[in-house]
């Protein structure tokens, strides 16, 4: 399983960016599909999480309402749309994938679940 992001790049504060993650390999509907990130200095951190089914998504308290995730299993691609943008957002975005199979958990907020990695999108947001 291979994962590319797309879409990062540099937007004012208030703007948005749509950020698409393609998975190749089979199975793409048995992965739930996180998006973390890491701001210089900082550790990686979670941002957002959907189920294999797209039924249940998951975003953390400080983008709740600007962040929306979607997948398309026909398409094998999961994108997390970003409004209202804010300077602190400023990151470098990883998607990832975490095998549905071994767990009932809908969704993971720990990045040590994820099995496979994207190397990652840039995005700034200047102030």
């Known amino acids: 399983v291979q994962l590319q992001a797309f879409g990062g790049g540099l937007v004012q504060a208030g703007g948005s960016l749509r950020l698409s993650c393609a998975v190749s390999?089979?199975?793409?509907?048995?992965?739930?599909m996180g998006w973390f990130r890491q701001a210089p200095g900082r550790e990686r951190e979670f941002v957002a999480a959907i189920s294999w089914s797209g039924g249940t998504t998951y975003t953390v308290d400080s983008v709740k309402g600007r962040f929306t995730l979607s997948r398309d299993n026909a398409k094998n691609t999961v994108d997390l749309q970003m409004n209202s943008l804010k300077p602190e957002d400023t990151a470098v975005y990883y998607c990832?994938?975490?095998?549905?199979?071994?767990?009932?958990?809908?969704?993971?907020?720990?990045?040590?679940?994820?099995?496979?990695w994207g190397p990652g999108t840039q995005v700034t947001v200047s102030s």
């Open positions: 390999g089979r199975s793409f509907n048995m992965y739930n």
């Open positions: 990832a994938a975490d095998w549905a199979g071994d767990s009932t958990a809908l969704y993971s907020t720990r990045d040590w679940d994820y099995d496979f």
